[in-house]
Structure formats: structure tokens, C-alpha cells
């Protein structure tokens, strides 16, 4: 369904944006669709892996974020009517035990998109401060028990940095219990993953700069996997939409402002069961989409 609500969604369409290129499972929807594709991903591997599965189509492959200034010059100048971003992190990154994002046992931390970053989750985890780790978790990882852990982590450092999945899986068993599980390590792991790429705030700038860089009547969807992540796609969309932008303090209408567009999604798209069984990481998926007048 979201691939169906994909194609439904850039029928029409001439050039298409994809943000977040990964494997290029949406790529191919758009090249299917008849688009000319501009594929962007922040991850050198996933932009080796689209270059090469499209190389005999109209897809032009860039390295780098959606949100980097050079990007998005990049974008304005192809002048898309369709942009999707599918954010987080792709199969071929959780499956490479080298690249550190995984649970499973053993595995260095590093869970940077981009390589050429300089710190890895390891780095950060050493680092960090624990007011800033508190936060991380409770925004990022929606944990009660925020703060014991942060402090757990800031303990542990001291004796031996935190290197491996092992070492944060037992600060995170030591704080929740040996009644904690994969979804707890999930959850966390994902926290610290989205603090180490700095993805809410990437998130932040790219939206309205892709918006701006969309043709008139263009659309953006975009499939988010972590609350946080949604929230800020939703207000943004549901601003775009209002017709006035006046502090609510303002009594009366000033900016006689005209909505951007209108949202598209009024409740977000799910994954059907058959997709769910057939892609278990999808589960948490919502699609939202959003039309430019
Ligand atoms: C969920 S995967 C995308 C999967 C893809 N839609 C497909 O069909 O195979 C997310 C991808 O987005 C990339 N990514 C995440 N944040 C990014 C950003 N700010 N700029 C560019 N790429 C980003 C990741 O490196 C990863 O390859």
C-alpha cells in the first residue's frame, strides 16, 4: 500500500526527488512511472548500489544530505513536481554487522549514515554529557527511566568506554531489568542513532527547503518510523495548509496569508498486514503527502 500510495501519489508526475535513495526501491517506482529521478542519499554505499541498478535510466545520483545547502541548490535547479523522503535507516545499513547499527551481539558502535562523518556512536556515547544523553533518550527513545540510564552510561565510561552493541545492551538490562528485551534495545539503540546523525534537525531544514524547491502543484510524501520524526512532518504539513500564520495571540488576521497547499493524508497511510509480513520493518510506517497550490 505505501508503494501503491506512492505511484498514486507521482502519477502524472515528470521529475521526482528522492531524498533518502537507500536500496532505490522507490527510485524504481518513480523511473516505472515515467519520471526523470534526482536520488540523493547521505550513505556512499546506498549512492554506489542506485548509480549502478540505474545506470541506463533518466536517474541522476548525488552523495550527500537533503538538507546540505549544496543539495538543496541541486534540488531547486531540477525543479522537481514530486519529492519523497523515507527516513531512517535502510536494510542494507541494519544488515551490515561493519556499519553498527544492529542488537546483535558483538558488533562495534558506529551507526554513522555517512562514513566520512566523524563520530561514531561509540564517540558520541563517550562524549556526550548526561543532562544531553537524559534528553536523547526520553525525546529520541521515549524512556521513562531516562535519567538512570544516562547516568548508567556515564558510569560505565568511566571504567571502560562503551564500544560494542554488548556494552550498551548491558548499561540498558542493568537500568530496565532483566525483564528488557529487543524492543527496549530497539528503541534505545534507535535514540542513540538518531542523535548521532542528527536526523530530527536534518529533518527540520529539509522539509520547507523541498518544499520551496517543488513546481507549482508539486507534491512531497514523506514515511516516517519514530514519533518524533512524524510529529514534526505533521505540524509542518498542517502548517503549510492554514491560511493565516498569526501568532495566536493576534486577535485579528493580519498576513492575509494564503495556504502552501493541502495535506493530502488527513489521517497518515499504514502498511497492510501482507506488506507488514512481508517487510517486518514497516510496521511502524506512516506516509503523509502534502500538494502545493
Ligand atoms: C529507509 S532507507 C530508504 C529506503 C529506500 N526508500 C528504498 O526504497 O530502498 C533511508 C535511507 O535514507 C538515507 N538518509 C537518511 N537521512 C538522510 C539525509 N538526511 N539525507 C540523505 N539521505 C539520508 C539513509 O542513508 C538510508 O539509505
Redesign the pocket.
Same mark, same amino acid.
Given at each position: 500500500m505505501l508503494v501503491s500510495a506512492l505511484e498514486r501519489l507521482c502519477s502524472g508526475c515528470r521529475r521526482g526527488v528522492?531524498?533518502?535513495?537507500? @536500496?532505490?526501491?522507490?527510485?524504481a517506482v518513480l523511473v516505472k512511472a515515467g519520471l526523470a529521478v534526482l536520488a540523493?542519499? +547521505?550513505?556512499e554505499e546506498?549512492v554506489a548500489a542506485t548509480r549502478s541498478r540505474f545506470a541506463g535510466d533518466d536517474v541522476t545520483v548525488l552523495h @550527500? +544530505?537533503?538538507?546540505d545547502a549544496a543539495v538543496r541548490r541541486d534540488i531547486v535547479r531540477f525543479r522537481p513536481d514530486f519529492a519523497?523522503l523515507? =527516513?531512517?535507516?535502510?536494510s =542494507?545499513?541494519l544488515d551490515a554487522d561493519r556499519r553498527g547499527f544492529s542488537l546483535r551481539r558483538g558488533i562495534a558502535l558506529d551507526m554513522r549514515?555517512?562514513p566520512r562523518q566523524p563520530d561514531t556512536a561509540a564517540d558520541f556515547l563517550a562524549e556526550i554529557s548526561e543532562n544531553e544523553l537524559t534528553r536523547v533518550f526520553r525525546e529520541f527513545g521515549d524512556e521513562r527511566r531516562a535519567a538512570a540510564l544516562a547516568r548508567e552510561v556515564i558510569r560505565r565510561r568511566a571504567d571502560r568506554p562503551l564500544a560494542t552493541s554488548d556494552d550498551l545492551v548491558n548499561a540498558i538490562r542493568a537500568v530496565l531489568g532483566p525483564r528488557s528485551g529487543t524492543p527496549d534495545f530497539a528503541r534505545l539503540f534507535q535514540a542513540v542513532r538518531i542523535a548521532v546523525?542528527e /536526523?530530527l534537525s /536534518? =529533518?527540520q531544514v529539509?522539509l520547507p527547503a523541498i518544499r520551496d524547491a517543488l513546481a507549482p502543484g508539486g507534491t512531497l510524501v514523506v514515511l516516517t518510523y519514530h514519533s518524533g520524526e512524524d510529529r514534526i512532518v505533521k505540524h509542518a504539513f498542517r502548517d503549510w495548509a492554514r491560511s493565516c500564520v498569526c501568532p495566536p495571540s493576534q486577535p485579528v488576521c493580519a498576513c492575509r496569508g494564503e495556504p502552501l497547499g493541502r495535506v493530502m493524508t488527513k489521517k497518515p497511510t499504514r502498511p497492510t498486514v501482507e506488506e507488514i509480513a512481508e517487510n517486518p520493518r514497516a510496521r511502524s510506517a506512516k506516509l503523509r503527502a502534502f500538494r502545493m497550490t
Open positions: 528522492d531524498g533518502t535513495a537507500g @536500496g532505490g526501491g522507490h527510485v540523493i542519499d +547521505r550513505d546506498a @550527500g +544530505r537533503f538538507a519523497v523515507d =527516513l531512517g535507516v535502510s =542494507l545499513q549514515m555517512d546523525n /536526523e /536534518e =529533518l529539509g
